[in-house]
């Protein structure tokens, strides 16, 4: 019974040590930006980042999305190895670590889901001094929803209490106003109307207006001017889930394929797959590709509901929930001949199913997640990219 009652209190005692190690750590950062958000998030980390080093601001960031990385003061990166998965904890660690490069500012994607480890890590571990929240769609309801209201809520816990918010949403900001004015947090909306299509030719990827003009505005806020960040902006590299399209040529057929597995709510692929197909209208054959997880077929099963409101020649599931997604698409009324059951497959074995049903020129659509089977069949298109 001591030795239970010595341990509890060695554990206690460890517990307020760490505590206090962190919140020394963090008073040796000057300012620290924290990006939450349903869709854009690792994008938006990395663009102000880059912008704030581009105005000369010493900036180390870090993202958490398809890929977790470190990025360091001069633009360079490394990846975030998980032994034990994903912990915000990590946020710890990653702040022990700036405040010892006496650095300007701390720029870290949120990594937590749930309302409660949201609210945690924002006002006992991170305590940013300015928070962005990117938008709010109906995604990951099983544990922020049921609804749009709850996620907007949910992550309006990471809102820095009477610090700065920055978003570019526009459907629910007069609820985030709403939950801004309670936390004192002064609250800024921005507009993609103020990023023209010349400033978006300079990307090497396909990335968003509206990320871009969140980004700019952030960097604005710290005295840097439009040119100046996007010069920034252009050389940052982008993260592993922007969405890039290939293009190669297999066997005489013709294939495009884009890698929009970061839009993983029903409501931006809906429209990332629209804007691809408008882009391409001049290929009839588009087949979408969806890429199941076992730890997330509710989002699967979201995205096989909104393929109803979408055109499209083909449907293929795979990964690791193929027939159960496949008889989920049949309940809901999917064309049985459209819908194509893969299992796991490779990026070869992909190709020549669509090889079979059109020889010629086919736009694919890869959704769903960029994890597992996904991310096997983005490194096929990638390493025989003819596009330039």
């Not at 009652?5 to 760490?18: D, R």
């Not at 252009?234 to 293009?247: L, R, S």
């Not at 190669?248 to 884009?258: A, D, G, P, R, Y």
Request: hydrophobic share 40%; charged share 20%.
């Amino acid at each position: 019974m001591i030795g239970l009652f010595i341990g509890l209190l060695l554990l206690i005692g460890f517990g307020i040590y760490e505590f206090l190690q962190s919140q020394k750590n963090r008073n040796k950062i000057p300012m620290i930006i924290h990006i939450n958000g349903t869709r854009g998030k690792s994008s938006v980390t990395r663009l102000i980042a880059a912008g704030l080093r581009a105005g000369g601001k010493k900036t180390i960031a870090k993202t958490t999305g398809s890929a977790p990385v470190l990025i360091f003061e001069n633009g360079s990166e490394t990846p975030i190895v998980r032994h034990f998965g994903a912990n915000i904890k990590e946020q710890i660690k990653i702040m022990k670590f700036a405040a010892k490069r006496n650095i300007d500012i701390l720029v870290l994607e949120c990594m937590a889901v749930t309302p409660e480890y949201q609210w945690v890590t924002q006002h006992e571990i991170v305590q940013a001094d300015i928070g962005v929240i990117t938008n709010s769609r109906p995604d990951h309801l099983d544990v922020m929803g049921p609804g749009l209201r709850n996620v907007t809520l949910s992550l309006c816990n990471t809102i820095p209490k009477n610090g700065t918010l920055f978003t570019s949403e526009k459907k629910v900001f007069p609820l985030m106003k709403k939950e801004s004015d309670k936390c004192g947090a002064k609250i800024f909306q921005s507009d993609e109307s103020t990023v023209t299509s010349e400033d978006m030719k300079h990307f090497t990827y396909i990335e968003h207006k509206e990320n871009v003009a969140l980004s700019l505005d952030v960097c604005k806020y710290f005295d840097i001017g439009k040119d100046v960040a996007l010069s920034g902006m252009y050389k940052a590299i982008p993260d592993v889930g922007a969405m890039e399209i290939y293009q190669t040529t297999h066997q005489n057929m013709k294939l495009h394929f884009v890698h929009a597995f970061a839009a993983n709510d029903p409501e931006s692929t809906e429209f990332v797959i629209n804007s691809v197909k408008e882009m391409y209208s001049h290929i009839e054959n588009v087949a979408v590709v969806l890429s199941t997880r076992a730890d997330r077929i509710f989002r699967s099963e979201q995205l096989i509901e909104m393929m109803q409101n979408v055109h499209y020649s083909q449907f293929y599931l795979i990964g690791e929930q193929t027939n159960t997604m496949y008889s989920y698409a049949l309940k809901h009324n999917l064309p049985k001949e459209k819908v194509i059951d893969c299992g796991w497959s490779s990026g070869e074995e992909l190709v020549k199913r669509i090889k079979n049903i059109n020889p010629q020129e086919t736009l694919i659509l890869g959704i769903g997640n960029i994890g597992g089977n996904g991310g096997l069949i983005v490194k096929y298109f990638k390493e025989r990219n003819e596009n330039v």
